[in-house]
């Protein structure tokens, strides 16, 4: 049921005649920015970020007025006056272009599952198929999988309409798969991996064409395809798990951190030696990507061992701002965030307090991408899950976090973009409007002005006047 829950979510909005359940929203295998975020939630951000800096070239054209000889001033105020206007005007129009490029691909995406789900052409034949899969021999494969603009990949594509795409979703075409994986060409292998997967996981058989096949395997991205159909069984298949653990010391990081999905998930409890891995990769992998990926996810695994790692690098002792950000992520994962831990952990809680009280504040910590995980505690649609969650967490304690959030909002050290995530948060725990107002207070010395500090006011201006 954990692996139907971390999947079926992902494919619900475009299949919804077959009556899939959004109760949990899950994570997925695909690493992700340390706060991968929804679309417009990345909008917002663009958006609020190309202000910012709008804001900070302001302030760097008054300081260079500042320095240098009356006469001086003149020349060196104008020069980065002008400097100041060319960054922001090119800050907003990258924000624009961006948030145009999101627009587009968010349209393009509703589009193409509109039109799957009205489509209900029969599904492919066995031949088909076959001969749609082995017309990816043509095409390449990079770093993001089979290139989207070979014609034979858009072919594919589109020949895989509603029942089709059920059918590979019920891993009704492992078969083929199994025959085709060992393909001379890069992208018909890739493929035939990810044919073998299922929302139930990789059957049997596919484990075991799947496990000799990367034993051999020498492309880095069919290699990660490969770990991601069988990774789901890493503690019911000691090969798979004995491939996890090689794997996950592999050459490429995007293989390393597709090992590390699997090992961060409660599909690995119970399996010898992976929490410890992880935990040696969190503190030794070359690449802070991937350590920083497994910090993030590591709260999945909800083991207590990961406490003392988690402690030692969430603490202004770290000087690796980014990494602390990582790990508070996962450190909340241990007790709240989507999907709701089976077993929150109230020394994850008690730390996580603690670390958002450290002072001073800075722009970095702390960061603004973990204020919405905060948000889970709450839910508007009761559900099993969230039941289950407050019956073990009843020392989760809603006013102490509004009272700590409150206090992140009035520190004008803290970056503006935690503090504006911290007010929403507030407003989703259910902040009365006389503390959001107190708050506003706060910042009367700004009305009127343009800089960070408006956009806080805003936003609480904002919260109070819906309520």
Request: charged content about 30%; overall charge neutral; aromatic content about 4%.
């Amino acid at each position: 049921m954990r692996l139907v829950t971390r999947l079926v979510p992902a494919f619900c909005a475009g299949l919804m005649m077959i009556g899939c359940s959004k109760s949990e929203p899950a994570p997925t295998t695909q690493p992700a920015a340390p706060a991968e975020q929804p679309a417009e939630n990345k909008a917002s951000a663009k958006d609020e970020a190309a202000n910012a800096k709008a804001g900070e070239a302001g302030e760097a054209g008054a300081k260079a007025g500042e320095a240098g000889e009356a006469g001086a001033k003149a020349g060196v105020a104008a020069e980065a006056v002008a400097e100041a206007g060319d960054k922001a005007a090119a800050a907003v129009g990258e924000a624009e272009k961006k948030l145009g490029q999101m627009a587009g691909e968010l349209d393009g995406a509703v589009k193409a599952a509109e039109a799957m789900v009205g489509d209900d052409s029969p599904a492919l034949t066995a031949e088909e198929y076959e001969k749609l899969l082995l017309g990816l021999s043509a095409c390449q494969v990079g770093e993001w999988g089979i290139e989207r603009e070979c014609e034979a990949k858009k072919a594919f594509d589109e020949a895989r309409k509603r029942n089709t795409r059920l059918k590979e979703l019920a891993g009704m075409t492992s078969t083929l798969g199994q025959k085709h994986i060992g393909h001379e060409a890069p992208a018909v292998r890739l493929q035939s991996a990810q044919m073998m997967s299922s929302i139930f996981g990789a059957d049997s058989k596919s484990q075991e064409v799947l496990l000799a096949a990367a034993g051999k395997e020498q492309d880095p991205m069919v290699l990660k395809s490969m770990i991601g159909a069988v990774g789901s069984t890493v503690s019911r298949n000691p090969e798979v798990k004995d491939l996890l653990m090689k794997t996950v010391d592999h050459e490429h990081e995007k293989v390393r951190i597709e090992s590390i999905s699997w090992l961060t998930t409660s599909f690995a409890n119970g399996t010898e030696g992976t929490l410890e891995k992880v935990l040696d990769k969190i503190e030794k992998d070359p690449s802070d990507k991937v350590r920083q990926y497994a910090c993030e996810r590591v709260g999945g695994r909800e083991d207590e061992r990961a406490l003392p790692l988690l402690d030692k690098l969430t603490s202004d002792k770290n000087p690796d701002d980014k990494m602390a950000a990582a790990c508070m992520r996962g450190l909340i994962k241990m007790w709240a965030g989507f999907p709701k831990p089976k077993e929150p952990s109230e020394k994850a809680y008690q730390l996580t307090l603690k670390r958002l009280s450290a002072k001073p504040r800075s722009k970095e910590r702390p960061s603004w991408t973990i204020m919405s995980d905060f948000r889970s505690i709450v839910t508007e649609s009761p559900n099993s899950f969230h039941t289950e969650w407050e019956g073990k967490a009843k020392w989760v304690d809603k006013k102490a976090l509004l009272k700590v959030l409150a206090d992140v909002v009035a520190d004008r050290q803290a970056n503006w973009m935690a503090r504006t995530g911290a007010v929403d948060t507030m407003v989703k725990l259910g902040a009365d409007k006389a503390a959001l107002e107190k708050l506003a207070s706060g910042y009367k010395d700004i009305e009127g002005k343009f800089g960070e500090d408006s956009h806080v006011l805003k936003k609480l201006n904002d919260a109070v006047a819906k309520m």
